[in-house]
């Protein structure tokens, strides 16, 4: 039987009690969010942590857990300079998943670490994603073969925001990648709604990433439901 398409919530927090606010309406909801941490290099501006670093490095040493972190699984979107640097801060925030953008610098080193720590010891599982632009080139991938379980295409062509349009370049690319890796989990962040959620999911999508789609409507449950609806309906 086909698993159904997994839609997970996106917040581009602003601040520890924006992620406290956005993060509170969606237990029961899904198991899974996405929390984009942006340090200015891909986008515009800075979100929580750094903002708030003082709250983060709490969560860091397991003086505090992350908003509902015993009804969530959290995975971080690195949107990062330097994500080697750091990537071990989110693994002991209590990531599930992280991704690491294969455009930064220092991408290697950074899932390196990632699939070091889940190989050399039994105290962490965390899922390694690897983003790519919709504009970038396959071949671009080629360097980290082997080194992450599942990719996430980047939907829109401005990262770091939230309601941006769907590019059509991210499906020609989600197409590609399914294509040359037929079983790899494919991911698609940015400009999902329930009006191109069929068609990224006939591109080669498993998972939806959805900020605004969600979290931009008065009742987040039936915006995630219908979006959930609608990826699940083929």
Request: proline fraction near 6%; glycine fraction near 8%.
């Amino acid at each position: 039987m086909k698993a159904p398409i997994e839609i997970i919530p996106a917040v581009l927090p602003k601040s520890w009690d924006d992620l406290e606010a956005h993060v509170a309406r969606i237990p029961g909801i899904t198991r899974h969010v996405q929390i984009d941490v942006v340090d200015g290099h891909f986008a515009k501006g800075k979100t929580w942590p750094y903002k708030d670093g003082e709250k983060f490095a709490m969560v860091v040493q397991q003086e505090h857990g992350l908003p509902h972190w015993e009804e969530l699984d959290f995975e971080f979107d690195l949107m990062i300079a330097d994500p080697a640097a750091e990537v071990m801060k989110y693994v002991h925030a209590g990531a599930s998943r992280i991704i690491i953008h294969a455009a930064s610098k220092t991408a290697l080193p950074a899932l390196q670490q990632l699939i070091d720590l889940n190989e050399d010891t039994g105290a962490w599982s965390v899922q390694v994603g690897l983003a790519v632009g919709c504009q970038q080139n396959l071949d671009d991938l080629e360097p980290f073969e082997g080194q992450y379980d599942f990719v996430q295409v980047m939907g829109i062509e401005h990262i770091g925001k939230q309601g941006e349009p769907l590019s059509q370049k991210a499906l020609f690319m989600l197409e590609r990648l399914r294509h040359r890796y037929p079983n790899l989990p494919l991911q698609v962040d940015g400009g999902v709604k329930p009006e191109n959620a069929a068609a990224l999911v006939a591109a080669g999508a498993t998972r939806l990433v959805a900020g605004s789609a969600i979290f931009g409507s008065d009742d987040a449950r039936a915006a995630y439901q219908a979006l959930y609806t609608v990826a699940n309906a083929q």
